[in-house]
């Protein structure tokens, strides 16, 4: 697994995590700023975005709901007044949704899925085009997962969003190509962590049997038997919003180890 970030020289670039007070996004976060680059994150949680706020005084920590637009709002003005512009945006925003049969799952879990996990990174992208287009291009990553390309049982709703993540940004990368403007979706697998702790609890509760039984059976069926770490994840963002990626657009780069099928 990786232990450390690529080195890259991210001096310069100006960079917004969302949800990037916690999990993935925070260590994306650290990795950006640990290359030189001006960080801000959004998030829900005010207790994580004090801790980013201690942790890195120099980065922009603000509290955002990506499915609202109003908030969004606010979110790009703040970073066009305290960053100047945009260089990158990651759009990791993201909940896991409901574990549940179809006949389980309700509108409410559902449409709430899908405003975070779509809705929330659609709003963010048309707000950073004017600055990234402003900047002389840039580059967008949007967070998907290996069930951006594969069926996941029991999660419909979170498997749904993430395959329209792959379609946005296929699209959008066709779009924003001629202001160089790069669009690319990293698919995590299994990233180790509280979010995949609770993932393995919500599934092996659902499925009788104990966690430890589902994490193996989740695991067989990677072709490493493993999970990835969230370094793993930020050093392809690192990767991607780089001169090492400048030609990459409109793909959908998996992380995981070689997922075969979702347990």
Same mark, same amino acid.
């Given at each position: +697994? ?20 916690? !999990? ?9 700023? $640990? ?19 201690? =942790? ?42 409901? /574990? ?25 992208? $048309? ?16 967070? !998907? ?62 499925? !009788?049997?104990?966690?430890? =039984? +589902? ?11 493993? /999970?990835? $770490? ?31 099928? +979702?347990?």
């Amino acid at each position: +697994m990786a232990n450390d970030f690529l080195p890259v020289d991210a001096r310069g670039l100006r960079v917004l995590v969302t949800a990037g007070a916690g !999990g993935i996004g925070r260590v994306i976060a650290r990795a950006f700023a $640990a290359r030189g680059a001006r960080i801000a994150v959004c998030d829900m949680d005010e207790a994580a975005l004090a801790d980013v706020a201690e =942790e890195q005084p120099e980065a922009l920590a603000l509290r955002a709901d990506v499915a609202e637009e109003a908030q969004v709002e606010a979110l790009f003005a703040a970073i066009r007044t305290r960053l100047g512009g945009l260089d990158v945006l990651v759009n990791n925003a993201g909940i896991a949704g409901p /574990t549940a049969g179809i006949e389980g799952v309700t509108r409410e879990a559902l449409e709430r899925t899908l405003a975070v996990d779509v809705v929330g990174l659609f709003l963010c992208a $048309a707000r950073a085009v004017p600055l990234l287009r402003e900047a002389g291009g840039g580059s967008i990553i949007n967070l !998907g997962s290996v069930a951006s390309r594969l069926g996941f049982p029991l999660r419909t709703p979170y498997s749904a969003a993430k395959w329209g993540v792959v379609g946005f940004t296929q699209s959008l990368a066709i779009e924003l190509g001629p202001e160089r403007i790069r669009v690319n979706a990293i698919l995590p697998g299994h990233v180790e962590g509280d979010r995949f702790a609770r993932v393995v609890r919500a599934k092996a509760e659902a499925a !009788g049997c104990s966690e430890a =039984e +589902m994490r193996r059976a989740m695991l067989d069926a990677v072709a490493l038997k493993r /999970t990835v $770490a969230a370094e793993d994840i930020a050093n392809m963002a690192l990767f991607l919003a780089s001169p090492f990626g400048a030609s990459i657009s409109g793909q959908a780069l998996s992380v995981c180890g070689g997922v075969q099928m +979702m347990r």
